[in-house]
């Protein structure tokens, strides 16, 4: 046969494909044939909404926000007025309040009494839960009680809790007063969470006495106390005892704040009013202080936890994370379209590696959300949740942090259910959401994410900005999606943000991980593009590490790479040079894990510690992660790096040969 008459190859078989009746029933399919006939949006496959989605912005996004009913006090002159980036313009003249949408499924009296948020923990103890009109009450009492502190609209709130019930009341309350949040999670040390709340200048912290994980009590009251020191913004501090501890001196009790009647009150903000700052990894500094408005996140996660996840209010939403990683703020996503949710605090493997499996089984989860790493833990340990477990209410389960293998991708058809949804998902803290996702609608394939999400003009571009299919490229978004940044604290000349998004392709938004988008639609991740550390989902900065490892006197210096593995792994390792007389002995080991462990997070121990004579820096003094990333990721040094930009070429010698070996 000749090259002329070669038929195409055949697409490959699906692993799971969903039942057309489920599929028209699902809201995506919903919201279509609406749109079809109230906005002009095509009716057709899943492949012509989104172009529709992506190129009439405006309308699109005008229909999200009318299949949804957003309460907008004061109505929007349009949805979209200017689609510049950096700087586009969402439903100016709008003002509504996030709060008032995640708590209005209580209003409703058949809904009132059902679970809001369930809450579980390592202790096997019978589920906690919060009602919807629970909820509505101890968010109205804590609303009002912040407003007799005097907490007004625009004043910072940071919480150092990890993920219970509290924490959702308390970011509710506070935006409830059109005051911003921002949270750590108790497991990073002081020095990580001063980098962040300094920047933003709190004047009341929400603080934790201390937190259990993996079977065991962390005090954290000397944390506190040093965070109190070290914030002198402070004018509150609310006290909440999850280990049974009495307030510190004049700290506020939690439960004295929340045994209120108040209904709540909220605070009618402009669309583009701060809601909460998340933080990037700070890889080359502080932490970047991410600032995302009420009107953004609200369209936007209605849009994502509404249409790509399916979400509403016959479903239990829970999904593993930490205060300190974006997948909890998108967590009370579920709250938006009626979800009850799901907390959970404690360790992702304790008592055994199923864990999270059974709290799926336990809170009655209908979606349930984790890291490809812990799939490939759960593989590796060969647990069977499926044969073990009743998870006979979970229809979906997502997966995001790292890019799933192929392999997990199989482990979860055979060890979990042949007709399961695996919404396999990424995006990123920067616009609190998913660029590409699951789509109810849609097959799943092997190793493939089903598709890029409405309203995300996603694209795999080149070095020179030119589209690419079934081809590695950098991830763009060509056109602004109303949850991207306001801008970033502390940066009133946005100059930090338009150089970490917008100074490699002007106007468009370049996110810092290798994608590919096949010829049918499908989205392949390979991992970062740029030096984060991004471990079970929590980036983490480089000179975070280094701050901390460096303050031991056995070590001069030292440089960390993360690695995303063929397995769905990643591993870590910190390379170090040691001073004069010192030795990589066991104690010396023992004190760099304990120092990231206490003073950092214990999430980012390195997996090894391996001495060399030297590291090689640019002319200029500024270490090379990403060319020894590149090297230890098989890249060939010389277009890994250009030599002639090193003050020492030769400190690449141990890595190259390093990353020999690991070929072997």
């Not at 369930?118 to 804590?142: C, M, Y």
């Not at 903000?269 to 970047?288: A, I, M």
């Not at 978004?477 to 150089?499: H, Q, V």
Request: with cysteine; hydrophobic share 40%; aromatic share 8%.
């Amino acid at each position: 046969m000749s090259s002329a008459d070669q038929q195409p190859a055949a697409p490959p078989s699906p692993l799971w494909r969903p039942d057309p009746a489920r599929a028209e029933a699902t809201r995506l399919a919903r919201f279509q044939r609406w749109a079809v006939e109230h906005h002009g949006a095509p009716d057709g496959d899943y492949a012509s909404l989104h172009r529709w989605s992506t190129e009439d912005l405006d309308r699109f996004w005008n229909a999200v926000a009318q299949w949804f009913d957003v309460r907008f006090s004061t109505p929007p002159t349009t949805a979209l007025a200017d689609a510049t980036m950096p700087g586009a313009v969402w439903f100016p003249g709008a003002r509504l309040n996030y709060a008032e949408h995640a708590l209005r499924h209580g209003e409703n009296p058949d809904h009132a009494e059902l679970p809001a948020v369930l809450h579980l923990d390592e202790t096997g103890a019978e589920p906690q839960i919060l009602t919807w009109a629970e909820l509505r009450r101890q968010v109205g009492s804590l609303a009002a009680a912040l407003r007799r502190l005097g907490i007004r609209p625009g004043d910072r709130v940071s919480a150092y809790v990890p993920n219970i019930p509290q924490a959702a009341v308390a970011l509710l309350a506070t935006a409830a007063v059109g005051a911003v949040w921002t949270s750590c999670a108790p497991d990073f040390g002081a020095r990580s969470v001063l980098d962040r709340f300094q920047q933003l200048e709190p004047v009341l912290l929400f603080a934790v006495d201390g937190y259990r994980y993996g079977g065991k009590e962390h005090n954290r009251s000397a944390v506190v106390a040093e965070l109190r020191r070290e914030l002198p913004s402070l004018r509150h501090v609310v006290h909440i005892p999850l280990l049974g501890t009495p307030a510190p001196e004049s700290a506020l009790a939690w439960d004295a704040l929340t045994a209120g009647e108040e209904q709540p009150q909220f605070e009618q903000v402009p669309f583009d009013h701060p809601l909460w700052v998340l933080y990037s990894s700070g890889t080359t500094g502080l932490p970047k202080a991410i600032v995302q408005g009420h009107g953004g996140i609200v369209v936007e996660h209605l849009k994502q936890a509404g249409l790509q996840l399916d979400l509403g209010p016959e479903d239990r939403f829970f999904w593993y994370t930490s205060t300190g990683w974006m997948m909890w703020n998108f967590l009370l996503a579920g709250l938006l379209v009626g979800a009850g949710i799901v907390t959970y605090d404690g360790s992702p493997g304790y008592p055994a590696t199923d864990a999270q499996w059974r709290v799926a089984e336990r809170a009655g989860a209908t979606v349930f959300g984790t890291s490809a790493a812990y799939i490939g833990a759960c593989a590796k340990a060969e647990v069977h949740p499926g044969r073990d477990l009743d998870l006979s209410r979970l229809r979906a389960v997502g997966t995001t942090g790292s890019p799933l293998p192929p392999d997990g991708f199989h482990w979860i058809y055979d060890e979990i259910s042949p007709n399961i949804w695996l919404a396999s998902v990424s995006g990123g803290t920067d616009l609190c959401s998913c660029f590409v996702g699951g789509v109810p609608t849609l097959p799943v394939h092997l190793g493939e994410i089903q598709a890029p999400s409405l309203g995300a003009d996603v694209q795999s571009w080149d070095p020179d900005g030119k589209p690419l299919t079934d081809q590695v490229g950098e991830l763009v978004c060509t056109k602004p999606i109303p949850s991207m940044p306001l801008g970033f604290w502390n940066d009133p000349d946005g100059a930090r943000y338009r150089e970490s998004y917008f100074d490699t392709y002007p106007g468009v938004w370049r996110h810092g991980d290798w994608i590919t988008i096949t010829s049918r639609g499908t989205v392949v991740i390979h991992g970062r593009s740029d030096s984060t550390l991004n471990r079970q989902g929590v980036r983490m900065g480089s000179a975070d590490i280094y701050e901390v490892v460096e303050r031991l006197p056995q070590i001069r210096e030292s440089l960390v790479i993360g690695l995303e593995q063929p397995d769905g792994g990643y591993w870590m390792p910190l390379f170090v040079v040691l001073a004069d007389g010192a030795e990589l002995d066991d104690a010396l080991l023992a004190a760099i894990r304990t120092a990231l462990r206490e003073q950092l997070s214990p999430r980012h121990v390195p997996d090894e510690v391996i001495a060399v004579r030297a590291l090689p820096h640019t002319l200029t003094g500024k270490r090379l992660e990403v060319p020894v990333k590149r090297i230890l990721s098989g890249t060939p040094l010389a277009q890994a790096v250009n030599p002639g930009s090193l003050d020492n070429p030769a400190a690449l010698d141990p890595f190259v040969d390093l990353a020999a070996r690991r070929r072997t």
